[in-house]
């Protein structure tokens, strides 16, 4: 199982970036999948999932997320998207996806590091003020 991310950049407070995590070795849909992010210093944290197939679709986003982040899915490429608006400096981390089968969106959030049966390198977003 193998996860792949990219998209990251950099990018102007108010601006947008699409982060794509493509996934090999694995029946996608029966995976939830998630999108982390660490800053210089901090603790990594939840960002935003999206469900297995069973789960019909949902998502959860982290408050920080909410209205300005999108996680969306094409199963038939196995890759999820996290599409960021209105990006602010606070924003600027590195970010990581990962993968856990047969899980809903919202305990996505609550998977402790080590339990994702995968995770994805990371990609660096940076956006400046």
């Known amino acids: 199982v193998q996860l792949q991310a990219s998209g990251g950049g950099l990018v102007q407070a108010g601006g947008s970036l699409r982060l794509s995590c493509a996934a090999s070795?694995?029946?996608?849909?029966?995976?939830?999948a998630g999108w982390f992010r660490q800053a210089p210093g901090k603790e990594r944290e939840f960002v935003a999932a999206i469900g297995w197939n069973g789960d019909g679709g949902s998502t959860y986003y982290a408050d920080s997320a909410k209205g300005r982040f999108t996680i969306s899915r094409d199963n038939a490429k196995n890759t999820v998207y996290l599409q960021m608006n209105s990006l602010i400096p606070e924003d600027t981390a590195v970010y990581s996806c990962a993968a856990k089968k047969w899980r809903t969106a919202r305990t996505m959030a609550t998977v402790a590091p080590a339990d994702f049966d995968s995770w994805g390198q990371g990609t660096q977003v940076t956006v400046s003020s």
């Open positions: 070795g694995l029946t996608f849909s029966t995976y939830a």
